[in-house]
């Protein structure tokens, strides 16, 4: 069967897929991924075929990551990031699905529907932070994470409405053309493909978020998605004799994130750790700078999260969907410190099951606040032992092979409707 899997972000959007694709051609499928063109030779060294869409992830999370955005300036800032580029992209998505069978595709409201609808094709959902209305979370792109039921549901009804509108303005011309089902505005989430509904795969493990009871029949949790095949990577020499140099250090990195006054951060990051007394490994891919390693701070562009997790005591991120996983996945209590987009989601609910202190928005991080966070990280217990009891479930689970599962059912119930 041939699929094509759609993505549009970074490293936290496309790295999902990679493994998902990975797991599909195993299984003998035909796998292509559309991404932005950073991506293309690891979705190639993985045997998937690849197809470039229009755009830069670099662009587009720079505009929608700024400290002080909110609920309310998210989507203009991403609808402005991808103004000029959306028609090309938008080709760019049909070509990439031009023969294939299915379609899988992550969040972008429901410009990939009308590409399968176009084809009339199926189509599967992903999700990597809840986009279903429920009283236990608010949308992605509302910072507080403590606004009750009632109003948690309101910001869906209110993100979507929004969602749709911006959809209407950039895509009635195009699915007038393509002959494709013009979509009003909504309230929520519009599955409907002709006479087919949606199938969505959270890649989220309900041992971290349970599964809302509002969630209906065709809504699914696979577990999150792991590479569960042995780390191959080999350390440099000196980035082995710092871990052995002392105690076990902390982890501090950033990912993807590019926005504000990253240099301010980083001396913040540095003033921190040393009033904390603590050893760190920090990922300076954030920053763009080339930095000299110390006695107590040894800086590194990239280190593959499931060679360097087991080694260090506690990790301190933005919360992206993949590097909250992998934390946990190997026990560690978890510092967030959210930008924006679905990180405040993340940063509450290790919290909220006890792997780690309240976040800290990155608007309102200071040295004294870090610091504060860093010794109870690395001074409370309990945050270790739960740590360790989520990693054990973790361990039993297999999301990216239940969500391939899920896939081909969702395929071939499909084509029996």
Known sequence: MRI????????GDVRPYILLGRELASRGHSVTLSAFSRFRREAEEAGLTFCPLSGSAENMMAA???PDTNGLTYLPRLWKSLKSTAPRMLEDMSEGCRGADAMVCNFFGSVYYSVAEKYGIPCIQTQFFPMDPTGKAPISSVRSQRLGPAVNKATYKAGYYLIGSLEKHILSSWRKENGVTVRKPSTGPDYRIGGHTVPVIYAISPCVFPRPEEWGPKVYMSGFWFDESPCAWQP???????????????????????????????????RAVRAAGLRAVISTGWTGRKMKSNRTVYFADYIPHD?????????VHHGGAGTVAAGLRHGRPTLVIPFAGDQPFWGYQVHRIGCGPKPIARSALTVRKLTKAL??????????EKAREVSGILASEHGTAAAADLIEKAIQDWDAE
Do not use: C, H, Q
């Open 4 to 11: 094509t899997m759609l993505s549009i972000g970074s490293t």
């Open 236 to 270: 440099p020499k000196d980035l082995v004799e710092f871990m052995s140099a002392g105690e076990k250090p902390v982890y501090i990195g950033f990912g993807s994130m590019s926005s504000g006054d990253m240099n301010r951060l980083m001396t913040i990051v540095l």
């Open 64 to 66: 929608i990551m700024e």
């Open 307 to 315: 060679w360097l997790f087991p080694r260090v005591r506690a990790v």
């Open 375 to 384: 010794l109870e990280l690395t001074g409370r217990g309990e945050y270790y």
